[in-house]
């Protein structure tokens, strides 16, 4: 897809999921800082493992609209959580112990950290969507993002450069 065939006048779903991701990862990283971004993976990874493992959301009950409601429960139950494991990992030891041992990144590591956020964060959110909404996706998106190796690169990556680089 080329910038000069894009339709600007209307917009997709595509376009608005590379604007956020790249709007999100500049603006948000370069204002939150490298340590606070690393809470903010931190957070990601363990609201991604409660919201997946939560066994009450297996059993809801089968009169609801599985096809809407789920996957609206899950984002919903997903922000909730990671909100709030930031909120209170950002006051918690982690983020001063983060702070203390090591210095406070340069601008490129806050714009990869920065980067790898917001793909993990698109990956995750998309993750919980029904087919039939990713198949409206363009391939591209649909490869990058919710693919097997797409989202296996989303989950890895920001842990390979969290061990790499802090």
Known sequence: MSILNINWAVPTWDMFIVLFFFVAAFLYGFSLGRDRVIVVLVSLYMSLAVVNYAPFIKNLNPEINIATSLFAFKISAFLGIFLALFF??????ILHSLARNSPPGQWWQVLLFSVLHTGLLVSIILSFLPADIINHLSPATQYVFTSEFGRF??????????????
């Open 88 to 93: 209170f990992l950002s006051r918690s030891a």
């Open 153 to 166: 690169l989303w989950i890895t990556l920001p842990i390979l450069a969290m061990v790499g680089l802090t």
